[in-house]
Each structure stands twice: as structure tokens, then as C-alpha cells.
């Protein structure tokens, strides 16, 4: 069969997984990743299969990198590598190398998924149904808290995708309305309650007037047009917070305590855990996310990740007993690195704006944290040199 690869690890490819799994052998996978096999783009593999079933797989995995070869069959057997049913377990089927399916194998073993780790408490971000109206820059909030003081009640910081980055957040004065369902009845009644916010919010109600018509048809509004879409938890954007992208090419979670609002390319984890922003932003983490992930073009070449919750909340996270003295220094140390990061990485923010020389020194040592935290990852969940070197290769 010739058909496309995204069924291998999206949630809606599931059953079908796990139907060859039961009724077939698989025989061998030739996956082409975005390489152009065609005019559109199709993400193309060659899925060979037996109608027979077994309760051993054992298959050939070929990633072909490149369309240039001259024999299709002599390329699959210079790249493909033989997996066993180990790749092919949970939820998704990571297909990898022996040596480094046996690394998540041991994180799997050592950690708890991070769905359970964070009781289920991670959020996507607001959707406003029309940010032209709702999201703002400096010089419009500017103006609108001078032409009416009140107005700042109603405004809040906000922050998209390609703002968050590793270990920081680049700001760029975005500012979101938030006036969320629920909150004109609450705060007018219901007689009237655009002529109680023209009174009580003019500057407010005179800047979203104009888009009245386009906001009315929104399927997500909230009790009125000038409402946003009902949320249970508007209020863990104003706690510190964990924030990540949807898509990525590089590990990119960021630590917020400026109550920052985000939009909805962005997942939020509202806890103050810099142990665990350690551990999300590590190598080893990051070598686990492309191989559960679906991915848009190739993961092992900066393909983007597509780190929805589905995939996430299999990420295992090592749980500490603080109970055991060296568990729990190891905890500390990672958080005393994580803060000095933070705190170079605003540094560094700060010299870039100035284009100060301080930049080089601080970039310098921002990449020797990096190592620092990534080894001490890889001894929380006992990886052996050799194991290191599969993850740094």
C-alpha cells in the first residue's frame, strides 16, 4: 500500500494501528517523510504487510532522505534498521532504532506520564474568533487607558506561538480585550447592557463598535458580541505558568509569571515548577517528542512537532521522593540551574535590545546551562554513557 505516513502517530490513525497489529505482519515500512514524491504534499509511505497475524512484529523501517538514488530496493537496505514490537507499543508507534527505542523504554520505566504528573492540568490558549478586534498593540492600549482609565481592567498582556522560546518569552507588546461570558450580566444585568458599557467602558465599547457586525457572527461568543467564548480557567493565565507551543522545530517551553494571556498556538502548564521546565527542555525530552509526535517534514532535519496534549501527556516526567536525600538534591540542582537560566536569558533579552556586547559572554554561558541541565536529566533517569551518546548523536 502506498498512502500517507500520518496515520502512524496521529490520534485518528489509532484504530487502524492497532487492527495491523492484530490481523497482519508487518513486513516493512518505507516512510519518505515531505520529500516531494509527488506534486502535492502527501507525506507518501510504502506499507508492506502479510495477512497473517503474530504476537511477535519484527519489520524493516526505512526513512528515506532523499529521492537521488538510483535503486529504491538497495536504498531501503542501506538505511532501513529491523524493529521489533517495541516500537510499535502505547499509544503511538515510534519507529526507531533497537538502541534508541530501548532509551525511551528506560524513561518510560523511570517516569510517570506527564498527563498524570500535572493531573490533566494543561490548557490551550484563547481563541477570540476575531483578534482584529480583540488583540491590540502598545499604542492602542495606550490610548485607550488615556482616553479612559478603566480600560486597563479589561486589557491584558498577550503572547502568541512564535513569541515563546527557550527558557523565554519574547514580548512584544501584544494586549488582548478580555471580557469574558458572563461578565457584562454580572456586572450590568441584563437591561441594556451595551448602554451600561458605553457609560462605564466607553473608550472600550467605542473601539469594538465598529466591528460589531463581524463579532455577532462568531460561533464562539460569549453572551454578548462583545464578549469572548466561555473558559473554565481565564484564571490560571494570571498564575506562573509553563507556556509551549503547538508547533516546533526546537524544545521551546518558557516560564511566565507576568500573567500573560495566550492565544490559542499555545498550551500553558499553570504551576511554578522549574524542575519540570527543566526537564521539558532538555535533549532527552526532546529525542522522546520526535519520536511520539507527528511531525511535518523530518524530525531528525528541524521538522516541526506537532506537540498537541495527545502526545504530550505521554512524556514520561521522573517523579522525585523527596524522602530520599540524593533524589531530592538532584531536584534542587536542576531548579537552581533553571533559575540562573531564567535569569540569564532576561539578561540576555535586555543586552539584544541594547545590542550591548554582554550578549556573546551571557549566549556562552546560557549553552553551557543547557549541557549542565541536560546531564543532570540524564541521571535522573539512569541513562549510561553509550545511552548519552544515542541522544547527543
Not at 473608550?203 to 461568543?221: G, T
Amino acid at each position: 500500500m502506498i498512502v500517507s505516513n500520518k496515520w502512524m502517530r496521529s490520534n485518528y490513525g489509532k484504530a487502524l494501528r492497532e487492527f495491523l497489529m492484530r490481523e497482519s505482519t508487518l513486513v516493512e515500512i518505507v516512510d519518505f517523510g515531505e520529500l516531494p514524491v509527488f506534486d502535492a504534499a502527501t507525506f507518501p509511505a510504502i506499507i508492506i504487510t502479510r495477512r497473517q497475524p503474530t504476537k511477535k512484529q519484527h519489520l524493516l523501517y526505512a526513512p528515506i532522505k532523499r529521492l537521488d538514488f538510483i535503486s529504491l530496493p538497495d536504498e531501503v537496505q542501506a538505511v532501513g534498521t529491523m524493529l521489533d514490537g517495541s516500537s510499535l507499543q502505547g499509544e503511538n508507534w515510534a519507529l526507531t532504532s533497537d538502541k534508541e527505542q530501548s532509551v525511551l523504554e528506560k524513561m518510560r520505566q523511570a517516569g510517570v506520564p506527564l498527563g498524570g504528573y500535572t493531573n490533566n492540568e494543561v490548557y490551550y490558549g484563547i481563541k477570540t474568533g476575531l483578534d482584529k478586534a480583540f488583540v491590540i498593540d502598545r499604542s492602542t492600549r495606550d490610548m485607550l487607558i488615556a482616553k479612559d482609565s478603566k480600560s486597563a481592567e479589561l486589557i491584558k498582556p498577550y503572547v502568541i506561538g512564535d513569541d515563546v522560546r527557550h527558557y523565554h518569552i519574547n514580548f512584544r507588546e501584544r494586549y488582548i480585550i478580555l471580557i469574558p461570558k458572563g461578565w457584562t450580566r454580572e456586572m450590568a444585568g441584563i437591561v441594556e447592557p451595551w448602554k451600561w458599557l458605553e457609560k462605564n467602558y466607553s473608550a472600550i465599547a467605542n473601539h469594538l463598535r465598529p466591528y460589531m457586525d463581524l463579532a455577532n457572527k462568531r460561533s464562539d461568543q460569549g453572551d454578548y458580541w462583545w464578549e469572548l467564548r466561555a473558559c473554565s480557567y481565564y484564571d490560571a493565565f494570571e498564575k506562573p505558568k509553563i507556556v509551549y507551543p503547538e508547533i516546533a522545530m526546537e524544545s521551546r517551553f518558557a516560564f511566565d509569571d507576568e500573567k500573560r494571556y495566550c492565544n490559542k498556538t499555545l498550551f500553558i502548564i499553570p504551576r511554578k515548577d522549574l524542575y519540570l521546565l527543566g526537564v521539558l527542555n532538555s535533549k532527552l525530552t526532546w529525542i522522546f517528542l520526535k519520536r511520539t509526535c507527528s511531525v511535518l517534514g523530518d524530525a531528525d532535519k528541524r521538522g516541526r512537532l506537532l506537540m498537541q496534549y495527545i502526545y504530550l501527556k505521554q512524556l514520561p516526567i521522573r517523579r522525585i521522593d523527596f524522602a530520599v536525600p540524593a533524589e531530592k538534591a538532584a531536584h534542587d540542582e536542576i531548579v537552581k540551574l533553571v533559575e540562573e537560566m531564567l535569569s540569564l536569558q532576561k539578561q540576555h533579552q535586555q543586552a539584544e535590545a541594547a545590542k550591548e556586547d554582554a550578549r556573546h559572554p551571557l549566549q556562552r554561558r546560557i549553552e553551557t546551562l543547557d549541557k549542565e541541565i541536560d546531564a543532570r536529566v540524564y541521571a535522573l533517569y539512569g541513562l549510561t554513557e553509550e545511552e548519552i551518546k544515542i541522544v547527543e548523536g
